[in-house]
């Protein structure tokens, strides 16, 4: 059955049969408060499998970890980088002039004031521009937050965060902070520079994904759907976007009855066929004359590189403006992590395990976006959401991009690929470095030639086979990558040296690297 997620002004008929505040608090308070199975009746809305936009916000998961995160603000710089990667939507930025700040915080505790600095980019740059200063602010929801460290792992060595051990009074100190930032008000746009693109996510109509998904700690997907939905929301308004997602892990944490995290139009079709079904969507939309409204078509490998290949092939031939964004985990992860056509060659993966005498997945990995180039006239992105600016870029540009857009994001899946939960961000950057999943970017509208259409920059020493790290000298290739994760684990003896089969992946991976680099022209 699919899942519809509405909003008012999109699917008014919807709303015909469905109470959002009747369902806000005798169905979602059912669930908060354990009773649900014990006494919900059967009723149109559920029959109809409708969930009302945003339901997530109610949702609590500060009882899933013992820790969280704690600001320093005397180190925090502003750069927006935990913001942008934490999958939950549980740390927010904001920037509020000094003036009104101070009026704001009369009120306040002193944990709540301790979590604004002076920052260089919204205090000492305004200030000198005779402009008035601003205070900037990093806050966590512990509703929403689930513990995972990847905020942390953003900050790098700012340290700002840390974590630490949640006591008695800690989840009630926190949500009275959360409750200022969001009686604060807006961050003014005039301390929002477009050209900086973080900045994004301290505008309010970029925060279309509210959190309180059932994803996994950690998940790589999570982040990636809150950049792309907050860089087109940030451009276009959430009225004019609608998505089209494919089974998977997605919709599995994104529609959790009665839980979305989505406060934009949302509709969940089969594993195969949610392109045909975005077809028809644009299709009645451009009869409506809603030629401006974007679609983004979301499926893993296993919905667009396996089953679905042949009607997304079929979407990027008939030249509809239609978006794809693929989550690419190299595994059917909704299913127990088999092994798809994305996956690395010997990988360990189910359906693909490691023994005496086969070594994981044998198969080439499938390269879904090199496919996607040799269709024509299609916009194609490969890249992560560690490479923000790169994803950033990727996404406006096939939202401005008048035909059919691929992005392929490599999405770290930590229980299949085997890595600690802070680490998607950590992962998804050394993917791209050691060859793995090299990032680029092929506009149709920059020449005749593909070299002329395909760009490389992001990637480290493109001239060459491999980067070598300069501070330590270590040549950071394919093996390189297998070490950290433990899908490969069993291709390493004990002193590290890696098994024939894996040699192969690694040739693998520099042959379709040669190729890329032949295609751009930079060999």
Known sequence: ????????????????????????????????????????????????????????????????????????????????????????????????????????LSDADDFTASHFANTKKFYDTPKKQGKEPAKFGIFIDPTKCKGCAECVDACGDHNALK?????????????????????????????????????????????????????????????????????????????????????????VYGSTYPYNPYLVPWTNSLFENNSADAMGIRARWDQMGWQDKKIWCIGGD?????????????????????????????????????????TFQGQEAKMSFHGKKIHGKTERRKEIANICMMHPDVFVAQTTAAHTNHFYKAIMAANEYPGPAVINVYTTCQPEHGVADDKAMYQAKLAADSRAFPVFIYDPRGGDRISERLSLQGNPAKNKDFYVNPKTGEQIDFLYFAKTEGRFSKHFDKDGSADESLQLSQEDRLANWHLLQELAGVI
Request: charged share 20%; proline share 4%.
């Open 302 to 342: 296993g919905a667009m590189v396996d089953i679905g290949f042949q009607s997304m092939s079929r979407l990027l031939a008939s030249g509809m403006d239609i978006n794809i964004i693929i989550l690419d985990t190299q595994s059917y992860s909704n299913t127990g992590g088999q092994a798809s056509t994305a």
């Open 163 to 251: 974590m630490i051990p949640k006591v008695d009074d800690t989840i009630p100190k926190y949500n009275r902070t959360f409750e200022f930032y969001k009686s604060a008000g807006p961050t003014p746009h005039e301390y929002i520079n477009e050209k900086v693109l973080v900045d994004m996510m301290l505008a309010e109509e970029s925060m279309l994904y509210v959190g309180g998904a059932g994803s996994c700690m950690g998940c790589g997907e999570g982040t990636a759907l809150r950049m792309m939905l907050a860089a087109t929301g940030f451009v276009y308004g959430k009225e004019s976007i609608g998505l089209v997602a494919a089974t998977g892990c997605n919709t």
């Open 1 to 104: 059955m699919s899942t519809i997620n509405v909003s008012k002004q999109n699917l008014k008929t919807a709303f015909d049969i469905l109470d959002v505040e009747d369902f806000n608090e005798r169905i979602i308070g059912a669930y908060n408060d354990g009773s649900a199975e014990l006494g919900l009746p059967a009723d149109d809305s559920t029959a109809r499998s409708l969930i009302p936009i945003g339901t997530g916000q109610l949702r609590d998961f500060s009882y899933i970890a013992p820790n969280i995160p704690k600001l320093n603000a005397e180190n925090c710089v502003g750069c927006m980088e935990c913001v942008t990667q934490c999958p939950d939507t549980a740390i927010l930025g904001k920037a509020i002039p000094e003036q009104d700040l101070n009026k704001k």
